[in-house]
């Protein structure tokens, strides 16, 4: 059984590159999240799917942000025209869908360093 | 607002002293509340979901403990290999699912 996993799982860009990460969630896990964390701060949520519906978003998610996941299965989280400040770890994680209270499972993350 | 707060940000403890970490919430509501471990370089690790006052989990040396307002976590005769940053997170009624996290706190324990 395979948990969640992210690639790459480091990049380094100098900024205002667009950059591009992947998720694929546990198998059969229907609901997917991204979060943000940067040192010394727990993740911060930035948005949230259902199958291949983008169902929130949050204040935190740029138009320089753009998450998709076109067959419910693996997310791609794309960052155009990067500034230092997007420097963190992105995070990713699944739970199975069923329920409105679900454990969310988490990946190793991608950390992000914009020079 | 909705607010989570881990306190102390930092605990240094000898093998086999037992401690409690605390996590304070402030939220419209609570659907649940979960804890997870992190350790350097790598995503948080599910240990436990709470979801009411009075609720306890256990987990080889953890416990975790819920009351309407805080939540802990006891360890008890800790080893080198729990050092580690343990981070509380809750959800919110009315929520489709994300997680309101607290700094967590870094947790040394030293031989």
């Known amino acids: 059984d395979t948990g969640v996993s992210q690639n790459p799982r480091h990049k380094i860009t100098k900024r205002g590159q667009n950059v591009t990460f992947r998720c694929d969630p546990i198998?059969?896990?229907?609901?997917l999240y991204w979060y943000r964390q940067t040192l010394g701060q727990g993740p911060e949520f930035l948005t949230y799917?259902?199958?291949?519906?983008?169902?929130?978003k949050s204040r935190l998610l740029s138009d320089r942000f753009s998450a998709e996941r076109p067959k419910g299965s693996f997310s791609t989280l794309e960052i155009q025209r990067t500034e230092q400040g997007d420097s963190a770890m992105y995070l990713c994680a699944s739970s199975p869908g069923q329920g409105a209270f679900e454990t969310q499972y988490f990946g190793p993350g991608t950390r992000l360093l914009v020079l | 607002e909705d607010q989570v707060t881990q306190s102390p940000e930092a605990l240094r403890l000898q093998e086999g002293e037992s401690s409690s970490l605390n996590c304070s919430y402030t939220?419209?509501?609570?659907?649940?509340l979960f804890w997870y471990r992190q350790d350097p370089g790598k995503g948080p690790e599910f240990l436990f979901t709470l979801y009411s006052a009075g609720e306890e989990k256990e987990k080889e040396r953890l416990k975790a403990t819920l009351t309407k307002k805080e939540s802990f976590l006891h360890i008890t005769a800790p080893k080198p290999e729990d050092s580690a940053t343990y981070l509380c997170?809750?959800?919110?009624?009315?929520?489709?699912?994300?997680?309101?996290f607290g700094k967590g706190t870094k947790l040394s324990v030293k031989p």
């Open positions: 997170a809750v959800q919110a009624r009315g929520s489709q699912g994300n997680l309101i």
């Open positions: 939220v419209s509501g609570l659907r649940g």
């Open positions: 799917f259902q199958n291949e519906a983008q169902l929130e």
């Open positions: 198998s059969e896990h229907n609901r």
